[in-house]
């Protein structure tokens, strides 16, 4: 349903304009979607996820002209209209008038009972379940400000103290991934982006366990001394280092692998 809605071109994408618009998307593709024996709750969702890929093709396509257009790969179920909660069950409806019923775990059942259920996410392996919930404002009593660098981030309060983490271990680990795929010498370009993703997924994997650690202890010690965060911003960092700047190309790679956004999300 979603790869029907991407491949659907509106009068507006034929004179060069990416539609990307909620509405018109639902317009162009919303009685197409009749053909698929579904509820209609999933026609909403499907074209909400195709304008979500839609909007990033057209980011994409402003800074390379020949980018492809996408296509969603992996099997997503997404709901935010017909399912319900029913004590320890979970009703998603698949057909008019039937039901598929999942079990929910004690810890889910007691986390969901107090917040407000938003959408339910369902792919091949696991459950996603989306809430709202009122977060407690607490009177603040300092600052912490915090200095983002590529090898560790410095802390500095309110009350003068200083703290440093050494974030130097995944500056390495991605240094030494990036040596193992320069080896890669394969003649079929999708084994070797099949094999390429694979030490990509494990370098994503240990240095965000590293990142989680570190913002970890940065919130706690936040939370338990009732100290406001504040960080510089680095937005538009990344243009300092792109070719042609008299750069190495060593170089210009560790800092833009440096992951400061995802320690501030």
């Known amino acids: 349903m979603v790869n029907d809605c991407i491949r659907r071109r509106p009068e507006k994408e034929d004179r060069g304009e990416i539609t990307t618009s909620m509405r018109r998307l639902s317009l162009a593709c919303y009685h197409q979607l009749a053909t698929y024996d579904l509820p209609t ?20 396509k402003v800074k390379n002209t020949n980018a492809k257009r996408p296509y969603a790969k992996k099997l997503v179920l997404t ?7 029913l004590g320890r069950l979970l009703r998603l409806p698949y057909r008019r008038d039937r039901y598929l019923f999942l ?35 607490t009177e603040i009593a300092g600052l912490l400000g915090i ?8 802390l500095a309060d309110s009350t003068g103290s200083v703290l440093r983490f050494d974030l130097s271990e995944a500056t390495r ?23 390429g993703g694979k030490y ?11 990142l989680h650690l570190t913002s970890r202890a940065v919130v706690d010690r936040a939370k338990n001394e009732k100290f406001g965060i504040v960080m510089e911003d680095l937005k538009g960092i990344r243009r300092l280092y792109r070719k042609g700047n008299g750069q190495g190309r060593s170089y210009r790679h560790r800092l833009n692998s440096w992951s400061y956004y995802e320690l501030q999300r």
């Open 173 to 195: 680990i991605k240094s030494a991934y990036r040596e193992v795929k320069s080896h890669l010498r394969r003649n079929d370009a999708k084994i070797n982006g099949v094999v």
């Open 41 to 60: 709750c999933y026609r909403l969702t499907a074209i909400s996820k195709a304008a979500g890929i839609l909007r990033s093709y057209r980011r994409e």
């Open 103 to 137: 079990v929910l775990n004690d810890h889910t059942v007691q986390t969901l009972c107090d917040n407000d259920v938003r959408s339910i996410t369902l792919n091949e392996s696991a459950i996603g379940i989306c809430y709202s919930t009122v977060a407690a404002e």
């Open 79 to 85: 709901d935010c209209y017909g399912f319900r909660i």
């Open 147 to 154: 200095d983002r660098n590529l090898d560790n981030i410095t």
């Open 200 to 210: 990509g997924r494990l370098q994503r994997h240990k240095v965000g366990h590293i």
